[in-house]
């Protein structure tokens, strides 16, 4: 599974990212056969000590959560509502 790499570390909309807490030492990942209440849209996540490296339950696509907060660009700004998808 690609995530996204940019040599400047900057962030965009549509970018495939894996997420790790620094002070959890974890890393986010879900299980799309995991549903919570037989929703179809709802899974659950969890984190893992280990490094799962990037595959599909680990990379999350970064959405922008309003599109009308008024930031003129596709860079993911601080402050800005992100919709984290499963890839």
């Given at each position: 599974?690609?995530?996204?790499?940019?040599?400047?570390?900057?962030?965009?909309?549509?970018?495939?990212?894996?997420?790790?807490?620094?002070q959890?030492?974890?890393?986010?990942?879900?299980?799309?056969s995991?549903?919570?209440?037989?929703?179809?849209?709802?899974?659950?996540?969890?984190t893992?000590?280990?490094?799962?490296?990037?595959?599909?339950?680990?990379?999350?696509?970064?959405?922008r959560?309003?599109?009308?907060?008024?930031?003129?660009?596709?860079?993911?700004?601080?402050?800005?509502?992100?919709?984290?998808?499963?890839?």
């Amino acid at each position: 599974m690609n995530h996204t790499y940019r040599e400047n570390g900057s962030l965009e909309w549509g970018d495939h990212v894996l997420i790790k807490s620094n002070q959890m030492n974890a890393t986010l990942v879900t299980d799309t056969s995991d549903r919570v209440n037989n929703n179809d849209e709802a899974y659950g996540v969890t984190t893992t000590a280990r490094n799962p490296g990037a595959i599909a339950r680990s990379v999350f696509v970064l959405e922008r959560g309003d599109e009308k907060d008024g930031s003129p660009d596709n860079c993911v700004h601080f402050g800005q509502k992100v919709r984290v998808r499963s890839n």
